[in-house]
């Protein structure tokens, strides 16, 4: 757990100006951003009241109460009544969209421990939409499987993977990682086609992960097929805003021509 600075510390009155064209209030919350993403102030670290903030960066306590809303609205901060106002910063994990890797997977090649709350599993007929992406005939059945998945128990994403009963006849067969026990059984996924985009949690994703309701989120739908072509998952994930970056090598297709005159 990190340290947080003591009130013995001088003053931090030049981290702000009012010579920028920036309220001070967003000037505080940017530096206590800063602080944050750098590990000055660790997941779950108590922040200095707001009286000791105010005295630390000469500003008013409004201008402190107005800085600490912004981050509390990113979700950066958690605020317990009674208690004062915490870190709420999990694992930052960079995943790189070019490999097809189970969550699990993910999370153990970074040395964190991958885990899983099961909010519902059970076998069910597929919708319309999962149907479509999976290839199937109307009213078959699938397993449903859907997870909150944490990282050194720290709430990262919600998963929901669907998948037709040929591969998986029942779900509670899966007590860690889902392709670890479709490889078992000699299902081995082979490539997936993903989409993302930018959300807003609703109210029961936001509560599950532990951030305030409308913040910023990664919306995953993914398809994932066998080296045949076969569809044999179809997931649907929402994934932490401030904790996942997804990176992608991009080449040229063909090899940039030398330009003559």
Do not use: C
């Not at 009544?81 to 870190?87: R, S």
């Not at 670890?180 to 059984?185: S, V």
Request: hydrophobic share 40%; no cysteine.
């Amino acid at each position: 757990m990190t340290t947080p600075p003591s009130a013995s510390e001088p003053t931090e009155r030049d981290a702000l100006s009012s010579d920028l064209h920036l309220p001070l209030y967003l000037q505080l919350a940017r530096h206590l951003r800063g602080q944050i993403n750098s590990g000055r102030y660790g997941h779950r670290d108590a922040l200095p009241g707001e009286r000791e903030l105010a005295e630390r960066f000469g500003v008013s306590r409004v201008t402190v109460r107005k800085a600490l809303k912004e981050l509390l609205d990113e979700g950066l901060l958690q605020q317990r009544q009674g208690a004062g106002t915490f870190v709420n910063r999990g694992p930052i994990v960079e995943q790189r969209l070019s490999t097809l890797t189970g969550f699990s997977e993910d999370m153990g090649s970074r040395g964190l421990a991958a885990g899983s709350l099961w909010l519902h599993r059970a076998v069910a007929l597929a919708t319309p939409e999962e149907a479509l992406a999976l290839g199937l005939s109307p009213g078959t059945q699938v397993s449903r499987l859907q997870r909150l998945r944490t990282a050194n128990g720290i709430a990262m994403a919600v998963e929901l993977a669907v998948l037709p009963t040929r591969f998986l006849a029942d779900p509670h067969e899966v007590q860690g990682s889902l392709y670890d026990t479709l490889r078992r059984k000699g299902v081995i996924p082979f490539r997936a086609l993903q989409r993302l985009s930018a959300i807003q949690l609703t109210v029961e994703h936001a509560e599950q992960l532990g951030v305030p309701e409308g913040a910023a989120a990664l919306y995953i739908e993914r398809r994932t097929l066998l080296e045949d072509g076969t569809p044999m998952e179809f997931v649907r994930s929402q994934y932490r805003g401030d904790s996942y970056d997804f990176i992608v090598e991009l080449n040229l297709a063909t090899p940039a021509r030398e330009v003559t005159r």
